[in-house]
Nanobody
Framework: VQLVESGGGLVQAGGSLRLSCAAS????????MGWYRQAPGKQRELVAA???????NYADSVKGRFTISRDNAKNTVYLQMNSLKPEDTAVYYCNAQTRNISYWGQGTQVTVSS
């Protein structure tokens, strides 16, 4: 499985960004996809996830502001981020999990200025 992220950038506080993660390869084996983020000096944390059945879950810090979705026809998962805050600044990574393996994208920088 290969994952390619796009959509990061610089935005002012209160603004929006949409991240995309395009999956290719053995995508039929994926049962979970998620977005993680890692800020400088902090551990990588789960931001949002979606299962193959469509169930979603979110970190408390982004509930009501971020939405994860997927387009099965395009093999792409999205993270719509609204009402962005400076503390959302981080490198965002796409993750896909099969039964035995976890795959990661290269990461995309999101910077929110105050």
């Amino acid at each position: 499985v290969q994952l390619v992220e796009s959509g990061g950038g610089l935005v002012q506080a209160g603004g929006s960004l949409r991240l995309s993660c395009a999956a290719s390869g053995s995508i039929f084996s994926i049962n979970f996809m998620g977005w993680y983020r890692q800020a400088p000096g902090k551990q990588r944390e789960l931001v949002a996830a979606i299962t193959s059945g469509g169930s979603t879950n979110y970190a408390d810090s982004v509930k009501g502001r971020f939405t994860i979705s997927r387009d099965n026809a395009k093999n792409t998962v999205y993270l719509q981020m609204n009402s962005l805050k400076p503390e959302d600044t981080a490198v965002y990574y796409c993750n896909a999990q099969t039964r035995n393996i976890s795959y990661w994208g290269q990461g995309t920088q999101v910077t929110v200025s105050s």
